[in-house]
């Protein structure tokens, strides 16, 4: 009798897989949002009223920002979840992967050392800074993120995320792009490096988009005077409606 074939691996692949591009592409498109502050403090505003549904309803909605951070919280834990079976079970199991990855020095097993180490980072980093956006979805304006980075001392933490979470959603792409066969065919080697290269750039980018909207907000923390005025407000709010 021919034994029935377990489907489980796969399926938890998939899993991990789907949520890791969902949580990419989240990523991506979060920085890039985070960087209308580089335009201007008004630029920034605006874009947390489009988030909060100002200019769908009318009026500020914050807990669609609470709304929007569950979802993607429930995401992150299963891909957490899920991801956490390939982890290295031991201290001496992970030093045995990194003593292979240094002598046989092969790039993509570097990379997938990069990503358990990343996304162990993030699993505490990103769990904080999503329990922040459930709680207080009304302080994601210009003033009150630069409040939180300077005043409350989350400037560190928000630099340490950076790192990992670009790191890890780029790398994560580029594994995602060979486990699904992508990089497949006669010149598999030069789309492998292509596809590195362009992993590379990606990570570059994004890291400086990032790096310099934090810059930002540590400059208006140490400058902005919050004592005066404390929460941010257009002085054209009627001409947001």
Same mark, same amino acid.
């Given at each position: 009798?021919?034994? =029935? ?11 991990? @897989? ?16 985070? !960087? ?19 200019y769908f309803f009318g009026e500020r909605y914050p807990g669609i920002i609470s709304f929007?951070?569950? !979802?993607?919280?429930m995401v992150f834990v299963t891909h957490a979840f899920v991801a956490m079976r390939k ?39 990103? @769990? ?18 630069a409040y939180r980075v300077v005043e409350e001392f989350m400037g560190v933490l928000y ?17 995602? !792009? ?7 065919? =006669? ?12 992993? =590379? ?13 934090? !810059? ?24 947001? @409606?």
């Amino acid at each position: 009798m021919q034994k =029935k074939l377990d489907k489980t691996p796969a399926r938890l692949d998939f899993i991990q @897989s789907s949520t890791g591009l969902i949580l990419a592409v989240f990523i991506m498109g979060h920085i890039m949002f985070e !960087a209308s502050i580089l335009l201007s403090d008004e630029m920034m505003y605006r874009v947390t009223l489009m988030f909060e549904g100002y200019y769908f309803f009318g009026e500020r909605y914050p807990g669609i920002i609470s709304f929007l951070a569950g !979802a993607i919280g429930m995401v992150f834990v299963t891909h957490a979840f899920v991801a956490m079976r390939k982890f290295p079970a031991s201290y001496k199991k992970y030093k045995i992967i990194q003593h292979h990855t240094q002598t046989m020095k092969h790039e993509d097993s570097s990379l997938w050392l990069i990503q358990i180490i990343t996304g162990f980072m993030m699993f505490f980093l990103g @769990s904080v800074h999503l329990f922040l956006m459930m709680t207080q979805p009304e302080n994601i304006g210009p003033y009150q993120s630069a409040y939180r980075v300077v005043e409350e001392f989350m400037g560190v933490l928000y630099f340490l995320l950076l790192l990992s979470v670009v790191s890890h959603a780029f790398v994560g792409l580029y594994r995602l !792009a060979l486990k699904w066969g992508f990089l497949e065919g =006669k010149s598999t080697k030069v789309s492998r490096a292509r596809y590195k290269l362009l992993m =590379k750039m990606m990570i570059a980018i994004y890291l400086v988009v990032g790096l310099s909207s934090l !810059a930002r907000y540590t400059y208006i923390g140490f400058t902005h005077d919050f004592d005066a005025t404390p929460i941010y407000k257009s002085q054209t709010m009627e001409s947001h @409606s």
